[in-house]
């Protein structure tokens, strides 16, 4: 019997794949990666190409399909939710039935003839999605689960309990009550895009004050002290497929949601800060409510608002749980992973193994990877001058470009699956610098200047620097920067309000340091990335410092690239200093223009 699943996300937003094999993650990808379109929804034909390839097995080698929902189940919500607000909303319901009824409700047919697949397909709910890619990749014999999101069918939280090969869900807090949707309606309304835009909305909110937490709770929300909690609809306009936000909403804060694009006013930012203390109130609620109803003394969690690393580290602060465990790619791409996890253990009743310390995530590299011989051959056919680094001398060349204040393009190993960088496909700077932040939104990133970036640290390190007593090898966690490494600041810089905060170093490592002395905290082990973990090493040799900046390796509004191809454009269109693939070594002054985009095609085989 053949002993790999293929787990496929798709046609809402952040498209992937994942193939599972004999209970091992051995590849799972999002699709915009190849596509190069950010957030692509489409089948993900591209990453479950690679997945089959990295796997070396065909379509009929598989064991079963799984997709991460239940079609019908979402429809029936659809269908509901439209008659129930009807006639309101009816140009949006006219506008997505002809997709639904050619398309997604015969979802299991779809499948099939993409795939070219005559066996099972299996339909997990999509929180059981969730849970799965929360609780079986985990290192916990056993623990609670917490999954938060949007919507799927018509939850949009649950908990359970995850043991052995098995995760039960025991309640679910349903639609159109969603602290997901309260969110990304907050997201719309300060100006930003929707299912994109909500990281945007929690780094912005240490700039405002909570001037309106209270006007939330009493007037959006009924939050109960289980984290349950009911919206008054009259606020929204989800319901109806119209916008996110309603007139009256627009009344109680005071005017239209900002114009994207515009000026960020105080009132953005103490809205952000408002939704983010609510979001952390809701989701530390529910983590005490499940701790005390199940007893378990660990926890995983899944679902979009699992990224919210702010409110992840304050669950872990006020210790209600010994351990949190959080997916990687917490939001619908997770669930590809998700549902292929779930049908190898609890459909096809397949053992897990969990030995309490280590996680089955592998680091989250789990996608394509390119040799130095391939990429040397790929540049040498375009011309492009290089320098061949011998004897693995990539992580000590790119320590001493990031000490000297240069900014360096890293693609190393397997492509990272989720949303962040770890290592393998990152833009890396010096946290020393007071400059490195501006230099990097304004000049690299080419994003909002109020956005903070995150650090990499060695992880025997971390509570050298950060209020960390753990790993946090994913991104995830939120912590402040010890009270010895902060600055002493004038009465004046303490007097800043608003934006004018940006542009004060607040510690010895100002480059990672947020206005409310935070970071979100990589820590980097040895071993699921030696070559990255390298890189610090020799940084602290040369600086006695073992932190640096790590952020995505892309520029706003495209995804973190995924080929030496992706990677050698980015480095072109901005003010990167230097870029390094795997061994090869290329410096901004010495190359020459960049070609049109039809050379520069993202190409998984560097054809």
Known sequence: MSQAVLGISAFYHDSAACLVREGEIVAAAQEERFTRVKHD???????????????????????????????????????????????????????????????????????KKKLGWTGEV????????????????????????????GVGEWATASWG??????????????????????????????????????????????????????LILTELMDLKQDGSFWLDQSYFNYCQGLTMTSEKFHRLFGGPPRQPESELTQREMDLARSLQDVTEEVVRR???????????????????????????????????????????????????????????????????????????????????????????????????PYRRLEDGGAPAAAARLIAAGKVVGWLAGRMEFGPRALGARSILGDARSPEMQSVMNLKIKYRESFRPFAPA????????????????????????????????????????????????????????????????????????????????????????????????????????VCTPADAYRCFMRTEMDALLLEDCLLHKGEQPPLAGDSDWRSTYRLD
Request: net charge positive.
């Open 41 to 111: 929804h489409r089948f993900p034909r591209h990453a479950v190409e690679y997945c089959l390839r990295q796997a070396g097995i065909e379509v009929s080698d598989l064991a079963a399909v799984a997709f991460y929902d239940k079609p019908w189940l979402k429809f029936e919500r659809l269908l509901e939710t439209y008659l129930a607000f009807a006639p309101r909303g009816l140009s949006s319901f006219y506008k997505s039935m002809p997709l639904w009824l050619k398309q997604k409700l015969w979802m299991g047919e779809l499948l």
């Open 122 to 149: 299996y339909f997990p709910e999509h929180h059981q999605s969730h849970a799965a890619s929360a609780f079986f990749p985990s290192p916990f014999p056993r623990a609670a689960v917490l999954t938060l999101d």
């Open 161 to 214: 309990v995850g043991s052995g090969n098995r995760v039960e869900l025991r309640a679910e807090l349903r639609f159109p009550h969603s602290l997901g949707l309260l969110y990304s309606a907050f997201t719309y309304y300060t100006g930003f895009k929707v299912n994109s835009g909500e990281y945007k909305v929690m780094g912005l909110a240490p700039y405002g004050e909570p001037r309106y937490v209270e």
């Open 286 to 384: 529910m983590a005490r409510h499940v701790r005390r109803e199940t007893g378990e003394r660990h926890l995983c969690l899944a679902g979009g608002v699992a990224l919210n690393c702010v409110a992840n580290g304050k669950v872990l602060r006020d210790q209600i749980f010994d351990d949190i465990w959080i997916q990687p790619a917490a939001g619908d791409a997770g669930g590809a992973l998700g549902s292929a996890l779930f049908v190898w253990h609890q459909v096809l009743d397949h053992p897990r193994r969990a030995d309490g310390r280590r996680d089955r995530q592998q680091g989250s590299y789990l996608g394509p990877a390119f040799s130095t011989d391939a990429i040397a051959a790929w540049l040498d056919s375009r011309g492009l």
């Open 457 to 560: 640290v060695l992880a025997e390190d971390v509570t050298e620097y950060f209020e960390l007593d753990r790993e946090s090898p994913y991104m995830l966690l939120v912590a402040d920067v010890q009270p010895a490494r902060r600055r002493a600041m004038s009465e004046e810089e303490q007097r800043r309000f608003g934006i004018a905060k940006l542009n004060v170093p607040r510690s010895d490592i100002p480059a990672v340091t947020h206005v409310d002395f935070s970071a979100r905290i990589q820590t980097v082990n040895d071993r699921d990335h030696p070559r990255f973990r390298r890189l610090l090493e020799e940084f602290k040799k040369l600086t006695g410092r073992s932190v640096i900046v790590n952020t995505s390796f892309n520029v706003r509004g495209e995804p973190i």
